[in-house]
Each structure stands twice: as C-alpha cells, then as structure tokens.
C-alpha cells in the first residue's frame, strides 16, 4: 500500500533508469555499473542493484537509493530531489499553504523567479517589441521550433520592464538580486541586468532554469563600452564552472552517438542541433573546467570540439582541452572554413557540417599539422618552437607504444635524432603546463571533496573492511561458514556475529535472492536490513560482475580470499591486543601496580609469541 509521495515515487521510477540519465551504466551479471562521479576512478566501482533499488561505490563508500544519489549528484537537499523525482514521476505533491509558501526554501523561490523571467522574457519576443528580434533570429536560421525548444526571449531596452513584473508576482527585489536578473546602483535603486538583448535561458541537467545569457541586440549594438554577451553571475543556482549550455538537452544523445560535439556560443548549439547534431553543448563565455568534464565523462569519453584554438598560446581554450586530456577524454577536432563558425555553417549548409564532423581530426594529428604549418620545420628556430609545443602532448600520452610513434613521426619532420628528442621529452615537468590544473581564478572546484575520495575510506579500518569482506564472500558461498571458527569471531562486530548466527539457523536463507519488497529479515533493524542490502550488493558486484563480464585466469579463488581475509583479521585481532595492552602496562607502571605489569607483560610475550608463530606458517 502506498502511503506517502515518497513510496509513490519509488513504486513509479526505477533506479537504473533515473541514475542512467546520468551515468553510462553498463550490465554487470544482475546488476549494472559505472565510473563514480562522486571520485576519480579509471575502472568502474559503482554497482546499482535493480533486485534492491540501491547503489553503492565500493571505492568511495557513497550509496543508497534514488533520492541519496540525486541529492549527491545534484547538490540538492532532500525537498528538492524529492520535487526533481516527483517531476519525473509525475506525482503532484500538495500545494504549500500561504503559510508554508513562506517558510519556502530560498532556492526554490529563485527558481520560480528564473522561470517567470523566462516567461517574461518569451512574451516580449513574441509581441510586437520583438518582431526585429524574430527577424534577426530567421535571418541568422533559427527555425520557429528551435526558439520554441531553447525558450530564447528578448529583454527590452527598458530599466525595470522586468523587474517591476517580479514585483508585481510578489516577489522582492533584493530576491531578484539573487536570482542575478537586478543590478544595485549606489543610490541603493535596482534596474534590470538584461536590457534590449536577445535571452538564452541557461538549463541545469534536469531542464529547469537556472541562468540566464544575453546577446546584445539594437541600438546598443553599436555602443562600443557595451559587452557583446552578459551572463548571469554566479548565484546559488547557476555556478559557470559546473553548467555547459544545452546539456540537458544534448545528454541521452550523447550517450546514444557516443560523443559530444563542444561549441563555444549559443547559436552555436541551437544551429549544430537544429542541423541534426542533438549531441552538442557550449561553454558559453567560460573556460572548460574540470566539474564541466566530470560531468560530460557521465555519458561518453568522446568529445569533438570546434572551437578556434590557439595552440601555442596560454589559451583557456587550449587549457581546457589539455585538461580534458588529461582526465583520459578521446577528443578530436572539427576544423572550421577560414572565417566560418560552427553556427554559419551549420545554418547555411547542414551536409557540410555533417562532412566537418565526419572529418574531425584527433587531437595529435591536429597539434602535429597545425604546429609544423606554423613554424618552418627546416630552420633551427622552427624546430624548437613546434618541439615546444608537441613534447608535453607527447609526454601526456600514457601508453609508451603510442608515445614512441609520436616520437618517431616527430623526429620524422623535425630530421632530427629520436634520442634527442627522447633527452628533451625527459626534461619536460608536466606540473609545469596549465593542463593539469583548472583554469586559474575561475572559481570552481573538482567536485570531489576528501570524505568522496577513496581516502574517505580510511574512516573504515582494517577490520572493518575485512569483516565485510568476508561476510560478502560468505553470503555468495554459504559452505564458508564453516571457515569462520570462535578464535576468528571474537573480532567481528556484534552486527557481523548475528549475521554469522542467522545464517547457522537458517542454512536455506538465501539473501542474495532478497528483492527491495523482500529486503526484511525478521531478527533485525531497519538499519540492519538495509546494511544487509549492502553486502548483498557487494558480493555480487565483486564476484558475478568480474567472473561472468571478463575472461581473467588469475583471480583469486573465492577459498583462497576467504583463507586470507581470515588470517589478516585474527591478525589485526591480535595487534589491536597488544596495542591495549601496551598501554595498560604503562598506566600500571605509573601507578606502581608491578605485579600487574609483570602479568600483562607475560600476556603480551605470549601473544607476540603468537603472532610471529603465525607469520611463519606457511599459507
């Protein structure tokens, strides 16, 4: 029976379809994987349970259902997962009364600001004030469904047009500062940011409004002081450093084509779209930073860009592609006519553009021949410049086979020796190049913080992780249980015994067969149940996932883990004894109880005894 939003919207989503809009999951035996966007991981550690309706990272330590990964993914609390998966569900959930409108969070009245503004924004194109606007959009080829589909809008020429309708929704105007849609003069008097310029509303992932982009349009087109684009500050909404214009439109199609074409403007995406290229997203004004890729690395590790690259120079642009590079993406690029850019040609000749795609270029190719067309190859002061630029690409490639062919077609056009080149490539210091690091003085972050890396995983201890382990193993191979004798049991957490206990008076319970309707097991707590979940998952994951997705010969076999994961936590049993009493011994000497210390002190010989005696047998 369903009895709350809550249950309705678990019984109506799945998560493998809600976390697949996000990741590029791949099947695992019953389950499915991917690489955790939550840390940086080369091979994939997080598994999501159908059967369960749960998740878990076993490199990082996050999991849990559908609303604990959109607050994580999303940044959210849990009020506005649960509005995000109500939306997608398409459950209503009860209209607040007056009194709890005011007790709205601050992000969710923003939101509603934004939309409206993008409302406003809509209708002003749409009347009369906006018929040269339209014009210009149809002159440049923007079809009518394209304005339709990315929102555009117009801002009048007018100081408080918008400003003035928020106020009249009821909103205030410092809120509307907020939103990054008012500007405060130094008398204290608000007017409008956008101001007679053609609007992009900027999307988050889930295609709601976070931010706003403005092309200037009319008389103020020939005012030189004035900017050719405005964005939206960064608010509590909208961080530049985190949303790529169009994503939320581009994201399933970049899964399904498996890869993304990055453009630098506006136009550039509605066109490259409009053209039969859904695959595109803009950076729009901002420097490609590693949050961006993070993101984009969810849905495919291919990316096409068209953007005008100066390759010798400190560039953001080029500084983002060697970031890109650098966090392992495949990218090629799209080499645009003399004076064309991506939008023009989409616009006027699609095929052509279907042709510049088709003959993107990989990155080292486009380094190669971009560098040797610049500088004279033949005269020494060429090559120093084009080994300038080519060694650190060079040095980023990580398989040693691949370095030494570039080496060779180096040397090749250079007509110089390999082993000179091998002498220089040696001196070039990676740390010395903007790639490694995000675009100075952009304001963002990786995205990762300590307690989301592998590192968080040290709040588990040695112990910890080997009771799991063996409680996963034994969980997948009932028969282990016999393994498991008193002297290795004392060292289990009381949760960890009973689990051991219910599977000896239960030897047919099965609970890797447990599905989320069936997930409690009578003797334990919710809690409980769904730790119980967890482990499930996990010996899964690590043993169905690796022995039925790759041909591996030397994996260890589940009887010689389960030996080892004994042995080594009677060890730590063993060397946590003698840590404690080590320091009884001391409080005793202190104290002057000597006949006390002498007995802990033979205590301790026997178990050092022990424990050498152990390290000596033969495994």
């Given at each position: 029976?369903?009895?709350?939003?809550?249950?309705?919207?678990?019984?109506?989503?799945?998560?493998?379809?809600?976390?697949?809009?996000?990741?590029?999951?791949?099947?695992?035996?019953?389950?499915?994987?991917?690489?955790?966007?939550?840390?940086?991981?080369?091979?994939?550690?997080?598994?999501?349970?159908?059967?369960?309706?749960?998740?878990?990272?076993?490199?990082?330590?996050?999991?849990?259902?559908?609303?604990?990964?959109?607050?994580?993914?999303?940044?959210?609390?849990?009020?506005?997962?649960?509005?995000?998966?109500?939306?997608?569900?398409?459950?209503?959930?009860?209209?607040?009364?007056?009194?709890?409108?005011?007790?709205?969070?601050?992000?969710?009245?923003?939101?509603?600001?934004?939309?409206?503004?993008?409302?406003?924004?809509?209708?002003?194109?749409?009347?009369?004030?906006?018929?040269?606007?339209?014009?210009?959009?149809?002159?440049?080829?923007?079809?009518?469904?394209?304005?339709?589909?990315?929102?555009?809008?117009?801002?009048?020429?007018?100081?408080?047009?918008?400003?003035?309708?928020?106020?009249?929704?009821?909103?205030?105007?410092?809120?509307?500062?907020?939103?990054?849609?008012?500007?405060?003069?130094?008398?204290?008097?608000?007017?409008?940011?956008?101001?007679?310029?053609?609007?992009?509303?900027?999307?988050?992932?889930?295609?709601?409004?976070?931010?706003?982009?403005?092309?200037?349009?009319?008389?103020?087109?020939?005012?030189?002081?004035?900017?050719?684009?405005?964005?939206?500050?960064?608010?509590?909404?909208?961080?530049?450093?985190?949303?790529?214009?169009?994503?939320?439109?581009?994201?399933?199609?970049?899964?399904?084509?498996?890869?993304?074409?990055?453009?630098?403007?506006?136009?550039?995406?509605?066109?490259?779209?409009?053209?039969?290229?859904?695959?595109?997203?803009?950076?729009?004004?901002?420097?490609?930073?590693?949050?961006?890729?993070?993101?984009?690395?969810?849905?495919?590790?291919?990316?096409?860009?068209?953007?005008?690259?100066?390759?010798?120079?400190?560039?953001?642009?080029?500084?983002?592609?060697?970031?890109?590079?650098?966090?392992?993406?495949?990218?090629?690029?799209?080499?645009?006519?003399?004076?064309?850019?991506?939008?023009?040609?989409?616009?006027?000749?699609?095929?052509?553009?279907?042709?510049?795609?088709?003959?993107?270029?990989?990155?080292?190719?486009?380094?190669?021949?971009?560098?040797?067309?610049?500088?004279?190859?033949?005269?020494?002061?060429?090559?120093?410049?084009?080994?300038?630029?080519?060694?650190?690409?060079?040095?980023?490639?990580?398989?040693?086979?691949?370095?030494?062919?570039?080496?060779?077609?180096?040397?090749?056009?250079?007509?110089?020796?390999?082993?000179?080149?091998?002498?220089?490539?040696?001196?070039?210091?990676?740390?010395?190049?903007?790639?490694?690091?995000?675009?100075?003085?952009?304001?963002?972050?990786?995205?990762?913080?300590?307690?989301?890396?592998?590192?968080?995983?040290?709040?588990?201890?040695?112990?910890?992780?080997?009771?799991?382990?063996?409680?996963?193993?034994?969980?997948?191979?009932?028969?282990?249980?016999?393994?498991?004798?008193?002297?290795?049991r004392i060292y289990f957490s009381p949760f960890g015994r009973q689990i051991l206990k219910y599977l000896e008076q239960n030897p047919n319970h099965n609970f890797l067969s447990m599905s989320a309707a069936q997930k409690e097991v009578p003797g334990f707590t919710p809690q409980q149940n769904e730790s119980l979940n967890y482990l499930c998952l996990a010996s899964e994951a690590n043993y169905n996932s690796i022995e039925e997705q790759f041909e591996v010969e030397?994996?260890?076999?589940?009887?010689?883990?389960?030996?080892?994961?004994?042995?080594?936590?009677?060890?730590?049993?063993?060397?946590?004894?003698?840590?404690?009493?080590?320091?009884?011994?001391?409080?005793?000497?202190?104290?002057?109880?000597?006949?006390?210390?002498?007995?802990?002190?033979?205590?301790?010989?026997?178990?050092?005894?022990?424990?050498?005696?152990?390290?000596?047998?033969?495994?």
């Amino acid at each position: 029976m369903i009895n709350s939003p809550i249950d309705e919207i678990k019984s109506r989503l799945d998560i493998v379809e809600v976390m697949g809009g996000y990741l590029k999951l791949q099947k695992a035996g019953a389950n499915y994987r991917a690489l955790c966007p939550f840390h940086s991981e080369k091979k994939p550690s997080l598994f999501v349970s159908p059967t369960r309706q749960i998740w878990k990272c076993f490199g990082c330590g996050a999991g849990g259902g559908i609303f604990d990964f959109v607050m994580k993914i999303e940044g959210v609390e849990f009020g506005e997962a649960l509005r995000i998966l109500a939306k997608r569900a398409g459950v209503e959930l009860k209209k607040p009364s007056p009194a709890m409108v005011e007790q709205q969070s601050e992000k969710a009245r923003l939101y509603e600001i934004c939309e409206l503004a993008c409302q406003f924004f809509e209708r002003q194109l749409e009347g009369k004030t906006g018929e040269k606007v339209r014009k210009y959009l149809s002159s440049r080829g923007v079809a009518p469904e394209s304005v339709k589909k990315w929102r555009i809008g117009y801002a009048p020429d007018t100081w408080q047009g918008l400003t003035d309708f928020l106020l009249k929704k009821g909103y205030r105007k410092e809120e509307v500062e907020k939103a990054g849609l008012d500007i405060k003069n130094e008398r204290g008097s608000f007017y409008d940011r956008f101001r007679g310029r053609i609007i992009f509303p900027i999307f988050d992932l889930n295609s709601q409004i976070v931010g706003f982009g403005g092309r200037v349009f009319g008389e103020q087109r020939e005012a030189r002081d004035i900017a050719k684009y405005m964005n939206t500050p960064n608010t509590l909404l909208y961080d530049k450093s985190r949303i790529l214009y169009g994503l939320d439109k581009a994201k399933l199609e970049n899964r399904k084509k498996d890869f993304c074409i990055l453009v630098e403007g506006y136009l550039d995406a509605i066109l490259v779209s409009q053209a039969g290229f859904p695959n595109v997203a803009a950076v729009a004004g901002t420097a490609l930073t590693s949050s961006q890729l993070q993101i984009l690395k969810r849905y495919s590790d291919n990316l096409y860009t068209a953007f005008d690259m100066d390759i010798a120079g400190d560039s953001a642009t080029r500084r983002g592609i060697d970031l890109a590079q650098a966090q392992g993406f495949n990218i090629k690029v799209i080499i645009m006519p003399p004076g064309k850019d991506p939008a023009d040609v989409a616009s006027e000749n699609p095929e052509e553009w279907k042709k510049l795609v088709n003959r993107a270029k990989s990155i080292l190719k486009f380094y190669f021949e971009t560098a040797l067309a610049r500088f004279d190859p033949k005269k020494e002061e060429g090559k120093v410049n084009i080994a300038k630029i080519l060694l650190p690409v060079i040095k980023r490639i990580p398989n040693r086979i691949s370095q030494s062919h570039w080496i060779q077609e180096l040397s090749s056009k250079l007509k110089v020796r390999e082993e000179d080149l091998e002498t220089e490539l040696k001196k070039v210091k990676l740390e010395d190049y903007s790639f490694a690091l995000s675009p100075p003085g952009d304001g963002e972050s990786s995205g990762s913080s300590p307690e989301d890396s592998q590192e968080g995983q040290k709040a588990k201890n040695r112990k910890d992780l080997l009771e799991e382990r063996i409680l996963s193993l034994v969980l997948k191979y009932p028969s282990f249980l016999n393994l498991i004798q008193e002297d290795c049991r004392i060292y289990f957490s009381p949760f960890g015994r009973q689990i051991l206990k219910y599977l000896e008076q239960n030897p047919n319970h099965n609970f890797l067969s447990m599905s989320a309707a069936q997930k409690e097991v009578p003797g334990f707590t919710p809690q409980q149940n769904e730790s119980l979940n967890y482990l499930c998952l996990a010996s899964e994951a690590n043993y169905n996932s690796i022995e039925e997705q790759f041909e591996v010969e030397d994996l260890p076999k589940p009887e010689e883990e389960m030996e080892t994961c004994v042995r080594e936590i009677k060890n730590f049993g063993i060397k946590s004894e003698l840590s404690r009493i080590s320091g009884e011994i001391r409080t005793a000497e202190e104290n002057g109880e000597a006949e006390k210390a002498d007995n802990l002190a033979r205590r301790f010989s026997e178990l050092s005894q022990k424990l050498i005696k152990r390290s000596e047998t033969p495994h």
